[in-house]
Structure formats: structure tokens, C-alpha cells
């Protein structure tokens, strides 16, 4: 029996679809948003991608791939101020995509250099283990080439050949295939 939808939104949907937002104390105070991604994001999302792909740090995302995938992302920005007058930056990202029926992956994570260790990754994992929890999937993962990071945020390492051969589809594709040099870290909250 399912409970209704409008009981499961919310208790957890809020979560989902509303922003949240951290004060970064050590940048006199500023206030990340973390919301869903819109359509005004996908410039500013393919540019945060190209410059660490670029780098060998993440592989690389086309346009196409962020606008079929742009349900999945949270995006996190802050508040800037010009001599043209303010505007909002992207300074993160992050995408839950449901695999299986309790399997999804988190993938093209990335924080902007100024900003990295300043727990922006970390509230971009939380807001996609709510929205995982509220699709009631308990098996979240991710191939990385941080592990370090995944495990500070609770997952641990597993072997690649664990995980369903679903996902290696997506990983013919990949310009890596078939010398796949991530590591696998799944979490079960
Ligand atoms: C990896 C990345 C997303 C982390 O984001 P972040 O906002 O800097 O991470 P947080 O501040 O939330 O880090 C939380 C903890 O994770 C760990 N961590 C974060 N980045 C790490 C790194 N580069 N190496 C080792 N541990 C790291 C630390 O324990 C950190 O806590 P601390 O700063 O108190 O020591 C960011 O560095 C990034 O965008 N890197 C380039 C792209 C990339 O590698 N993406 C991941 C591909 S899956």
C-alpha cells in the first residue's frame, strides 16, 4: 500500500523542490542556495564540467546529455554584486539518476575552485540522498575519482563488478571504455 502522494510531498518533497541553504562563516557570511536546476543553468552547468573535465578531474558532459538529464540536477549558487548590479553565480552541481528499481547513481558532481571545502559537495549529496530516500531507493552510488570525498560523506568502497551490469550501457559511451580508472562507492542510508 502506498501512503498518498500528498502525505509522501510532504514529509519529503519539500526537501526536494525547495531550496535549502548553508552560510560559508569563512567568505564574510555569503548564503548558498542549493534548488533543482532550470533551463537558465545549462550554460553555466556545461562550463563548470568543461573546465574539470578539461583538467582530467570528471568526465566530460555534452549539452545534450544536460538537458535529457536536467530533472536530475541540484545546483547550488550564490549571490554576486557588480558595478552592472547583482546577479547569481553557479558554484556546484550535482545529479541523482534513478538506475534500477533501488539503485540510482550520483553523477557530474563538481563545486567551483574558489569554493571547493566549504561543504557545498556535501549539501549537494544530502539534498540527493533526500530525494533517493523519498523515491523510497535505499542504494545510491557513484564512480569517482574523489573516493575520499564519497567516504567523508559516508559511502564506502566496493568492487565495480557488485554493481548491475544495467549500468555499464551507460558506460559504453563513455570515452574511457572500456579502461575505467574511477573508483565505486556506494552508500545504503
Ligand atoms: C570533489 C568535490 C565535489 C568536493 O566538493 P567540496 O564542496 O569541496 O567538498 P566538501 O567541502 O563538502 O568536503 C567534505 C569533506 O570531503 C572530503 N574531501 C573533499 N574534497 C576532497 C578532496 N579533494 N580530497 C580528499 N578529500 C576531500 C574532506 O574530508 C572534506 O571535509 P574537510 O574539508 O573538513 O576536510 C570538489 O572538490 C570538486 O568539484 N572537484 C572537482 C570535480 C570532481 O572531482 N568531482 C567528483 C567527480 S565524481
Known amino acids: 500500500m502506498y501512503k498518498s502522494g500528498k502525505e509522501r510531498f510532504e514529509k519529503a518533497g ?7 541553504k548553508i552560510e560559508i562563516e569563512e567568505d564574510n557570511n555569503k548564503i548558498v542556495v542549493f534548488r533543482k536546476a532550470l533551463m537558465c543553468d545549462v550554460k553555466s552547468l556545461y562550463n563548470l564540467f568543461s573546465e574539470y573535465s578539461k583538467a582530467g578531474e570528471m568526465l566530460p ?5 544536460i538537458y535529457v538529464h536536467l530533472r536530475d540536477y541540484y545546483i547550488a549558487e550564490i549571490e554576486t554584486e557588480g558595478e552592472e548590479g547583482g546577479g547569481y553565480e553557479l558554484v556546484g552541481a550535482c545529479a541523482l539518476s534513478i538506475v534500477w528499481e533501488n539503485l540510482a547513481e550520483i553523477r557530474s558532481l563538481a563545486v567551483k575552485k574558489p569554493y571547493t571545502r566549504k561543504k557545498i ?4 549529496i544530502r539534498k540527493c540522498l533526500i530525494e533517493a530516500n523519498f523515491f523510497k531507493i535505499s542504494k545510491i552510488f557513484a564512480l569517482t575519482y574523489k573516493p575520499q570525498f564519497f567516504i567523508a560523506n559516508g559511502f564506502k568502497i566496493i568492487e565495480k563488478s557488485e554493481l ?16 575505467c580508472d574511477e573508483t565505486a562507492v556506494m552508500i545504503e542510508p
Do not use: A, Q
Not at 519539500?14 to 535549502?20: A, E, G, V, W
Not at 548491475?164 to 579502461?179: R, T
Open 164 to 179: 548491475p551490469h544495467k549500468i555499464w550501457s551507460d558506460c559504453i559511451n563513455c570515452v574511457k571504455f572500456p579502461d
Open 14 to 20: 519539500i526537501d526536494i523542490y525547495f531550496p535549502s
Open 61 to 65: 558532459r555534452s549539452m545534450i546529455d
Open 121 to 124: 559537495g556535501t549539501e549537494l
